[in-house]
């Protein structure tokens, strides 16, 4: 067996930061439980380092959007644990669930018949208030094929919890007026906004994703959250540029002055995309290190004038404190996360 070399990428998750994130989300449910969105490897975060830290914080309830995710979650977590936002959409999918045991969430009435067809044991249920992307229309809550179903719990989703719109409240009535249909165990609204909308969005259990990662979507929660995701890459080499010297592809970048220069291993296929160039800075130390010219697929170029000490092999920051990323950027902290890549390292 030969072992490959370490990675010029890698991605530091700060554990004790996650953990605290997901209790402080727990406590401003007030008496409602959180659970965890992990979906998409954990907004991007890698299951394997998160879930076993979001259980042993106390974590119960799991959610992914894919079949295809589920694989990986019973590495970390019993399948009792384990949600399927999108639900059954074949016969396959609910021979799966049977299997596994994995709990689907039913969002129509032809999900709900896939399931009732085959094992039809207990499932969650996604109504529709608003958001009008997955879930069962207020109309049809009603339907008899619903009145079958065994319904663990009954949830709901909010479009705009990151906005002071009447919307939220609009929702949260709907949801209150909807339930009573349907026989449940539990009711669930709230996502990592929801819960900062205070504790009548809370019900039974919240679905807390980008906040346990570290995201700020309101800012209620700017004192309860930190930064999970650490990134960092390697410099691979340093130069010298002389005035009227170009940097990178299609020339943008013009020297104007003599200029140390270094080339790091982080480029777009990394989650670090174009939008950054002219506006990011990578950080040695307390030096920031301004984004000279685009960015490349494998590589960017920094100005590294200000940090005289650098050579090549070391290890250079990337600023990813997300609410204040998403700000210099135009990304949304969710994609900042989520679109970081595979060649990443990632450690607990
Ligand atoms: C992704 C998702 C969440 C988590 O939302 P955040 O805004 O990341 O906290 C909760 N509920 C559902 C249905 C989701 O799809």
Redesign the pocket.
């Known amino acids: 067996m030969i072992h490959p070399p370490p990675r010029s990428l890698r991605l530091r998750l700060d554990g004790e930061s996650l953990a605290g994130n997901w209790r402080a989300l727990d406590r401003m449910s007030g008496d409602a439980q959180a659970g965890a ?1 992990v ?1 998409a490897d954990a907004y991007g975060i890698g299951v394997a380092n998160a879930v076993p830290v979001l259980r042993e914080a106390g974590c119960r309830t799991f ?1 992914v ?1 894919h079949w295809s995710e589920v694989g990986d979650m019973l590495q970390h977590a019993p399948a009792s644990e384990i949600v399927v ?1 999108h639900g059954p959409t074949c016969p396959e999918d609910v021979e799966y669930a049977r299997l596994t045991g994995v709990r689907p969430v039913i969002n129509s009435l032809h999900q709900a018949g896939l399931w009732l067809d085959g094992s039809g044991g207990p499932c969650d249920l ?1 109504i529709d208030t608003g958001i009008n992307r997955l879930g069962l229309p207020p109309a049809e809550v009603g339907d008899p094929l619903i009145g079958r179903l065994q319904v663990e719990t009954l ?1 709901s ?1 909010l479009a705009s919890a990151d906005e002071d719109t009447p919307q939220n409240e609009r929702q949260r009535r709907l949801f209150e007026e909807l339930a009573p249909l349907v026989q449940h165990r539990r009711r669930s609204l709230a ?3 929801g819960i900062a909308l205070g504790p009548a969005y809370a019900f039974d259990l919240t ?5 346990l990662y570290g ?1 700020v ?1 309101r800012p209620e929660l700017a004192a309860e959250i930190r930064q999970v995701a650490h990134p960092q890459a390697a410099v691979l080499q340093l130069r010298d540029l002389s005035p009227g010297d170009h940097v990178g592809y299609g020339a943008t970048f013009t020297a104007d002055r003599p200029m140390r220069a270094a080339t790091v291993s982080l480029g777009y296929a990394d989650g670090f995309l174009r939008c950054w160039a002219g506006r990011g800075a990578l950080r040695f130390g307390e030096a920031l290190l301004p984004l000279l010219g685009r960015v490349s697929m494998d590589m960017v170029v920094v100005d590294c004038t200000a940090a005289a000490d650098l050579r090549e092999g070391d290890w250079l920051d990337v600023p990813y404190h997300l609410p204040q990323a998403a700000e210099r950027c135009g990304l949304s902290q ?1 994609e900042l996360l989520t679109t970081l890549g595979r060649r990443f390292q990632r450690s607990g």
């Open positions: 969105a979906k959610y959007a936002l996604m949830m989703h996502n990592s906004a679905r807390p994703g980008l906040s995201g979507p969710y």
